[in-house]
Structures are given as C-alpha cells and as structure tokens.
T-cell receptor, first 114, second 113 residues
Framework: ETGVTQTPRHLVMGMTNKKSLKCEQH?????MYWYKQSAKKPLELMFV???????ENNSVPSRFSPECPNSSHLFLHLHTLQPEDSALYLC?????????????FGPGTRLTVL | KQEVTQIPAALSVPEGENLVLNCSFT??????LQWFRQDPGKGLTSLLL?????REQTSGRLNASLDKSSGRSTLYIAASQPGDSATYLC????????????FGQGTELSVKP
C-alpha cells in the first residue's frame, strides 16, 4: 500500500465501548497528526507526534488517548465517548515537522457514537 | 491567534466557467499557505503550497496566489469541470507552532454539466 491508510473506515460505538483507530503511513515521514472534522466546523488539530514523541496536544479530552509506537504507526484509543465526538477523524503525516512541507492525509475514519 | 476564513461557503457554477475561491488569514507570520481538496466523506488531497516568500503557484488549471500584507490568498480554477466539484480548504501553519495547520471552513464547489 502507498500513502496514508486508516482503519477502520467506519465505526459505530456505544458510549461505554473501548475502540481504537489505526493510521499507517508508507511515505517515510517522521511527523504524524490526528485531526477531527465535525459537521460545519473547520478541521481541528488534536495531536502531533514527531519521531514518536508527542509535541502537541490541543486540549483534547482524556477520553481520547493517542499512541505512536514508531514513526509509521499512529493509534487513537477511544473510551467512554460522547455523542458529540461523532465526526470524521483524519490522520496525516509529513516529512519535516513545523509546517514547512505539505501534510499527506489518510481517507479518515467516520465515527458515530450512539 | 491565527484565524482562517473562506468565502464563499458554497458556490455553484456551470461547466466551463473560470472561478475564484477566497481565503483570508489574520496573522501574516506564516510558513506557507496551502490549498487542499476534499471529496465527500474522504480525506484531503494537497493541491498547491505557496511558501511565504512566493506570490503564486500553478498546477494545471489551478493557480493560487498569496498576499501576506493583506492576509489573503485566492485559488483560481480555469475552465471548470464537473470533476472539480468538491470542498476546497485553505490552511496556514503559524510560525513557531510546529506542524499546526489552521484550516478554514472550506468552500463547497459544485460544477454543473
């Protein structure tokens, strides 16, 4: 596979469930990002990882827990979510961190919280 | 705090028209200005990236300009086609905020055959 892949593409979960989103990039990048896209709102940056280290947490509630075991993989662990957390979750990667180069986005995971 | 605004929110044009999408930003201290395309329910595809020292970038029928002094960027699409129908997003990474892209809300473009 090439580019940035995300699994699953669609996820429906109850408020008491625990689930994880997975992102994998095949571009040799060292920075990875999680974004949230809610209806009628701009994309919101959630987390930034650079060389596996978290460099940005944009005041995200603790019910979202990121994990970056290596520069190619990024996870978002979800637990006790709220219905307002329903959104499209996008993963991205880039080569130099700091916004100097474009970010490459995955197709997203459409999350619905019941 | 950087804010990015896009006008209009939605645009419908007949096939073949030339069109301009607008993006404005409040803080001119940016590394670059990027334009993305998003198809319904999909991820983002990078279209053009203009470095802060540049005035414009071109790719095929697309031309993006950047005027830092006025805090504006435009995306010009020539001879629009139905396949151009999508949401177009602009984004700017502020200086000293590594990796943080600030996005506008997007312009939803519909090109009618």
């Amino acid at each position: 596979e090439t580019g940035v892949t995300q699994t699953p593409r669609h996820l429906v979960m109850g408020m008491t469930n625990k689930k994880s989103l997975k992102c994998e990039q095949h571009l040799g990048h060292n920075a990875m990002y999680w974004y949230k896209q809610s209806a009628k709102k701009p994309l919101e940056l959630m987390f930034v990882y650079n060389f596996k280290e978290q460099t940005e947490n944009n005041s995200v509630p603790s019910r979202f827990s990121p994990e970056c075991p290596n520069s190619s993989h990024l996870f978002l662990h979800l637990h006790t979510l709220q219905p307002e957390d329903s959104a499209l979750y996008l993963c991205a990667s880039s080569s130099p961190p700091g916004g100097l180069d474009t970010q490459y986005f995955g197709p997203g995971t459409r999350l619905t919280v019941l | 705090k950087q804010e990015v605004t896009q006008i209009p929110a939605a645009l419908s044009v007949p096939e073949g028209e030339n069109l301009v999408l607008n993006c404005s930003f409040t803080d001119s201290a940016i590394y670059n200005l990027q334009w993305f395309r998003q198809d319904p329910g999909k991820g983002l595809t990078s279209l053009l990236l203009i470095q802060s020292s540049q005035r414009e970038q071109t790719s095929g029928r697309l031309n993006a300009s950047l005027d830092k002094s006025s805090g504006r960027s435009t995306l010009y699409i020539a001879a629009s086609q139905p396949g151009d129908s999508a949401t177009y997003l602009c984004a700017a990474p502020p200086y000293n905020q590594g990796g943080k892209l600030i996005f506008g809300q997007g312009t939803e473009l519909s090109v009618k055959p």
